[in-house]
C-alpha cells in the first residue's frame, strides 16, 4: 500500500465497486490501489502527458486534461466519487473545481495541506519566509501550488457553495488520519494536511454544463 496517508484514509472511505473519478491522477498510483483493494471502475483525469502514459502502462483508463476547463464535459452524476488529492491549491478556480467535483459525482475526496498549520505559522513570524514542512516540501519558487488555503477557508468555502461535509481527517508527519471537526478553532492550527469527504447539502447536482459529454473514455 502506498505510504501517503492520505490514499490509506481514501481507500478505508470509498466503497467496494464503486464508481471513482480521480483528478489529477498523476501516475496512477491511487487508481491501481482503490482497483487492486476494492474494486472500483476507476477513471483518471490528468494534465501532463507522462502521467498519462505512466498510467495507461499500468492499464488505467486515463485521458489527459485540464480539471479547470475539462471537467466541465463530463455528464451530472457520471461517478459515485470524484478524487482530488492534494491538487485543489493548484488549480487556477478552486472554487469552479470544487463544485464540478460535486456536479459529476455524489461524493467529492478533497485534501489538501494546511497553511494555517502552527509550523506554516510559526515559520512566518520568526523566519519571515515561506515555510518547508511534510505537507509544503517544495521551495516557493518551485511549487506549483498557486491557491494555497487554511482549514478554516475550505470549509468556508463548502459552506458558500452549499456543501455538506460528511467526514473530515487531520494528516500529519505521515501518522494514521484523525478524525477532526473541521470548523473547531483548534483544527485550523493542527493538521498538517487534511482530507474532506463532501457531498451536497440539498442533494441535488448542480444544472448540467451546456458542453459535456458522456464518450471521454471511449
Not at 467496494?16 to 483518471?44: F, M, T, W, Y
Not at 479547470?68 to 491549491?89: E, G, H, I, N, W
Request: aromatic residues 6%.
Amino acid at each position: 500500500m502506498s505510504g501517503r496517508e492520505d490514499f490509506r484514509e481514501i481507500l478505508r472511505l470509498v466503497r467496494p465497486g464503486s464508481r471513482v473519478l480521480d483528478v489529477g491522477c498523476g501516475e496512477g498510483e491511487l487508481l491501481e490501489l482503490l482497483a487492486r483493494e476494492k474494486g472500483v471502475d476507476g477513471r483518471g483525469l490528468e494534465i501532463s502527458p507522462e502521467g498519462v502514459s505512466a498510467c495507461m502502462a499500468r492499464g488505467l483508463a486515463v485521458v489527459q486534461g485540464d480539471a479547470d476547463s475539462d471537467l466541465d464535459y463530463f455528464p451530472a452524476r457520471a461517478f459515485d466519487y470524484a478524487v482530488l488529492s492534494q491538487t485543489l491549491p493548484q488549480v487556477r478556480q478552486p472554487r469552479h473545481v470544487l463544485a464540478e467535483l460535486l456536479r459529476i459525482a455524489e461524493r467529492a475526496i478533497v485534501s489538501l495541506p494546511n497553511f494555517g498549520h502552527w509550523r506554516v505559522r510559526l515559520d512566518l513570524l520568526v523566519g519571515g519566509r515561506m515555510p518547508l514542512t511534510h505537507a509544503l516540501p517544495t521551495p516557493w519558487w518551485a511549487t506549483g501550488n498557486i491557491h494555497l488555503c487554511t482549514v478554516r477557508d475550505f470549509t468556508e468555502l463548502c459552506d458558500d457553495l452549499d456543501l455538506r461535509i460528511e467526514a473530515c481527517a487531520a494528516l500529519a508527519n505521515g501518522r494514521p488520519a484523525r478524525p477532526i471537526d473541521p470548523k473547531h478553532p483548534l483544527e485550523n492550527w493542527r493538521p498538517e494536511s487534511a482530507l474532506f469527504l463532501l457531498s451536497r447539502a440539498n442533494g441535488a447536482p448542480r444544472p448540467a454544463s451546456a458542453g459535456e459529454r458522456t464518450d471521454l473514455f471511449g
